[in-house]
């Protein structure tokens, strides 16, 4: 069943929590197999936390020589695949992205953020290059305002859309989203005494994972095309 994974190379720009909020939406309704391959752990930090919500498995990856198998066994057993990856190019991040259906790259809406968008879109373009397939990929702007953006953000954002695939849906910054990996779960498992705007980032994440259906029936039906 479909991989996506969320891949960046600049820290902190929003893989792990897009991967959260996308695997907590999915399993309201179906399997989902989460994939730690960040030596880091947040996943699997976050996964200690509470009980996982819904039909959520998060797997640690033991590294490059095992994610071909590890992606394999998770495809057979859940309806979606997805894996987080360190922020820096290697081994294990290049063999994910190249089993995935779909690859997400979380952006900030600084030009630095974009910058790095361009080139991890690049690196995306080499594995399609060795693999001789079509990798589909696509921009998430994370952690962006919620509130009317800058000159200068709306600048970043249409330059980035004009030169790449990007979601219409941003996952903004927001306490529910980051509250996450404090409270373990998904966001109707949060507290509203203590988080706030918790509805809106449910509608939030919900237009994202439906957008994330659309890419991958999209590019499904290109492949049969
Ligand atoms: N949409 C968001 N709203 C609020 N905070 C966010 C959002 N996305 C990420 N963060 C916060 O930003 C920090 C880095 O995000 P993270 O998902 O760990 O990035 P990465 O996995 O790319 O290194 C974390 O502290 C996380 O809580
Ligand atoms: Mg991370």
Redesign the pocket.
């Known amino acids: 069943m479909p991989v996506i994974s969320f891949a960046?190379s600049k820290?902190?720009?929003?893989?792990?929590?897009?991967a959260i909020i996308l695997a907590t939406e999915l399993a309201q309704g179906t399997d989902v197999i989460l994939i730690d391959a960040d030596p880091a752990a947040?996943l699997t930090r976050w996964a200690g936390l509470s009980r996982t919500p819904g039909r959520i498995e998060v797997i640690a990856s033991k590294g490059e020589r095992e994610i071909q198998d590890e992606i394999a066994a998770a495809k057979e057993r859940a309806s979606f695949v997805l894996i987080d990856l360190e922020?820096s190019a290697s081994r294990l991040t290049s063999f994910s992205i190249s089993e995935s259906d779909l690859v997400i790259v979380?952006t900030g809406d600084e030009q630095q953020d974009a910058d790095e968008a361009i080139e991890t879109l690049a690196q995306i373009a080499m594995e399609e290059r060795a693999r001789r397939r079509p990798i589909p990929a696509a921009v998430l702007f994370?952690?962006t305002n919620a509130a009317v953006k800058s000159k200068l953000e709306k600048h970043i954002n249409t330059e980035l859309r004009a030169a790449t695939r990007v979601f219409d849906t941003e996952?903004?910054?927001?306490t529910a989203?980051?509250s996450l990996?404090n409270s373990g779960g998904g966001l109707r498992q949060l507290d509203p005494a203590e988080v706030n705007g918790i509805d809106k980032a449910i509608t939030n994440a919900q237009a994202f994972a439906a957008e994330v259906i659309d890419m991958l029936e999209e590019s499904r039906h290109a492949a049969f095309a």
């Open positions: 960046s820290g902190g720009a929003g893989k792990t929590t897009s947040r922020g979380p994370a952690r996952l903004h910054r927001r989203f980051s990996h």
